[in-house]
């Protein structure tokens, strides 16, 4: 069972909208993640974390702002909305101290459509 | 720096066997392989931390040969159940993590 939480699990908006994707983790992971990934094809790193307080740009960042102010919380907005900006949405994280050998937790994604 | 996923598709008949390569332009200290279901989020399989390192469960196994910096996953006896799109991830020299092309797998009864 998922112990990383995304909302919402679908969400349509109109262009130019400000939008904020939520992603929770109860497993007390300091590394989390977003990601980019349209059907069936590769996910891009968007934004990550170490920890509280620490952000990270991944290769599409330029659109989107991230924030860590809690372990648990990694939420990620969008100022403006575009329809370049349809696709799905993950958040994962991981824990380091365990050496990465459990790997990466995905949650359930947000899909998001941008009209 | 992202590594290069082969094939990039394959469809097999329930009991066949599949290979899946992945390979990096870079050094490598560890090797993720997942699963994605349509529609699903990917799901970790297993990790490789060390070259020459093998390990498996049920009838997927996986490889690393570190010196020529890929990673191999084998699906031995398929079943339905395997098809999805397979994703390795890698970990480099800097902490730098990239997932693989993606290899989309089909198992047809």
């Known amino acids: 069972e998922a112990d990383i939480y995304q909302t919402p699990r679908y969400l349509v908006i109109g262009t130019g909208k400000k939008i904020t994707l939520e992603c929770s983790q109860t497993m007390g992971h300091d590394k989390m993640y977003w990601y980019q990934q349209d059907p069936g094809m590769e996910l891009h790193l968007i934004h990550y974390?170490?920890?509280?307080?620490?952000?990270e740009k991944g290769d599409l960042s330029s659109e989107s702002t991230v924030s860590r102010i809690r372990t648990e919380h990694f939420p990620l907005t969008l100022e403006s909305a575009r329809p370049s900006h349809t696709s799905q949405y993950l958040c994962?994280?991981?824990?380091?101290?365990?050496?990465?050998?459990?790997?990466?937790?995905f949650g359930s994604g947000t899909r998001l459509t941008v009209v | 720096q992202q590594p290069v996923q082969s094939p990039q598709a394959v469809i097999l008949r329930e009991g066949e066997d599949a290979v899946i390569n992945c390979s990096s332009s870079k050094a490598l200290y560890s090797v993720h392989w997942y699963r994605q279901k349509h529609g699903e989020a990917p799901v970790f399989l297993m990790i490789l931390l060390k070259g020459g390192e093998q390990k498996g469960h049920d009838k997927i196994s996986a490889s690393f040969n570190e010196k020529k910096q890929q990673s191999s996953l084998y699906l031995t006896a398929s079943q339905l159940s395997y098809s999805g799109t397979y994703f390795c991830?890698?970990?480099?020299?800097?902490?730098?993590?990239?997932f693989g092309t993606g290899t989309s797998l089909t198992v047809i009864p």
């Open positions: 974390s170490y920890g509280v307080n620490s952000t």
């Open positions: 991830g890698t970990e480099s020299p800097g902490n730098q993590f990239y």
């Open positions: 994962a994280s991981s824990d380091p101290k365990t050496g990465g050998v459990y790997g990466y937790t």
